[in-house]
């Protein structure tokens, strides 16, 4: 039975048989590097095995179209918002096509669910969990009791955080420092929609949590970088509590460069459309692979020499002749499953493969190592035919 890591009651839980999983998408101005990499392919992985296992899931990702940052970034460059955030949302979906990734079964953008999210909105107003001020709508998260619950932070710690991660102490109109805008006045020249409070637009955790709500109804899996944990995460269950009641939080561990966070802000980027003209699509997912989704880790040309290295050697398998010579598999098998289904150990899972690579040789009848080495692979979304790549 599959066990994944929840970050809100820090146990590994049961994944139910029908899942729906809401994937925190991207800021479509600037994106596709190693790091969205590495949380885009392991969601991709985790829904390859549990189709395999005859799972079902409706897997949700979303643009996040409309931003402070998607703003920023077209009055620099003198394009349209829109344009900027269709050409970059195009970008990325290339770029994870290109790294082999399946796409999501909805793709949706925040813009394109503005009215759901105000509905959201005047509800939480009706509850007095939010109030309006100078046509600037915000949570009110001393009415919230739980929360907190997922970050485990302090009172004190949260606003630190917070303020690192965009919110705004100083707003005047703010009752208090942690309480979040759920919609505010869009300023002249901004994009803005009509709503009962003005003209405007909406807050970042408000998007997710009315798409969520739309397509799922009730999240089983929620995913995104560690990073989101607080205060995105932490203020999409303040605002629907119902939507993530039982949601599993897991959550993907930072990728390094330099000694640092892989980060826009930092520049220490590695873009995926780099690392595809060095490598090839399977030494990529499996440097990426080769660590566990919440173990942190650096890249370097040793961790994709390392990759490359792997891939070979559970590629030699298909130069392989099947002889008569009894072998039998099962043992790495199992022990492949039980890895997977441990809160989706993929580097351990990958050294069984290894294992298994290093024990078979032409002569030994590896007919169903070959089979089972052929369904490892498509759950890992490695392709056979690449092997000349590597
Ligand atoms: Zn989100």
Redesign the pocket.
């Known amino acids: 039975m599959l066990r994944l890591y929840n970050a809100m009651t820090q146990k590994k839980e049961p994944v139910p048989e029908r899942a729906g999983i809401y994937v ?2 991207i800021t479509p101005y600037n994106v596709a590097h190693l790091g969205h990499a590495s949380l885009y392919v392991f969601y991709d992985v985790l829904i390859r095995y549990l189709h395999s296992i005859g799972r079902r899931t409706l897997y949700v990702q ?1 643009v ?1 179209d409309i931003d402070d940052d998607v703003l920023k970034k077209a009055k620099e460059t003198g394009k349209d918002w829109r344009q900027l955030g269709n050409e970059n949302t195009r970008y990325f979906l290339t770029q994870m096509d290109a790294v082999g990734n399946e796409r999501p079964d909805i793709y949706c953008r925040a813009t394109d669910h503005v009215p759901e999210m105000i509905r959201i909105i005047a509800d939480l107003i009706g509850k007095s969990m939010a109030y309006e001020i100078n046509g600037h709508v915000y949570f009110s998260v001393s009415g919230f009791r739980g929360f907190g619950k997922l970050s485990k932070l302090k009172k004190n710690e949260m606003l630190a955080v917070a303020n690192e991660r965009g919110n705004n102490p100083d707003d005047k109109n703010k009752k208090n420092p942690m309480d979040f805008v759920l919609w505010q006045r869009s300023a002249e020249g901004e994009p803005s929609w009509d709503s009962p409070w003005s003209k405007g637009r909406p807050g ?2 408000i ?2 949590t009315a798409m969520a709500r739309k397509y799922l109804k009730n999240v089983a899996i929620h995913g ?1 970088g560690g990073d ?1 944990a607080f205060p ?2 932490e203020c ?1 269950i303040a605002q629907c509590p119902a939507v993530y009641h039982g949601t599993i939080w897991a959550h993907q561990a930072m990728v390094f460069y330099q000694g640092r966070k892989m980060s826009k802000s930092l520049g220490n980027l590695v873009m995926v459309e780099d690392l595809l003209k060095k490598y090839s699509v399977n030494a990529v997912r499996m440097a990426i692979l080769l660590h566990h989704y919440r173990e942190e880790w650096e890249f370097s040309e040793a961790e994709m020499r390392k990759a490359a290295e792997l891939g070979k050697k559970l590629n030699s398998i298909w130069d392989m002749q099947s002889g008569t010579a009894p072998f039998d598999s099962s043992s790495y098998e199992k022990d492949f499953f039980a890895l997977l289904d441990d809160d989706m150990q993929t580097g351990a899972a990958l050294q069984a493969l290894r294992k298994l690579s290093e024990a078979v040789s032409s002569g030994k009848n590896i007919s169903s190592a070959k089979a089972f080495m052929t369904r490892a692979f498509n759950i890992l979304g490695i392709r056979p035919e690449w092997q000349g790549d590597f």
Do not use: Q, S
């Open positions: 925190c998408g979303n996040t970042w955790h998007e997710c995104g989101l995105h995460h999409e």
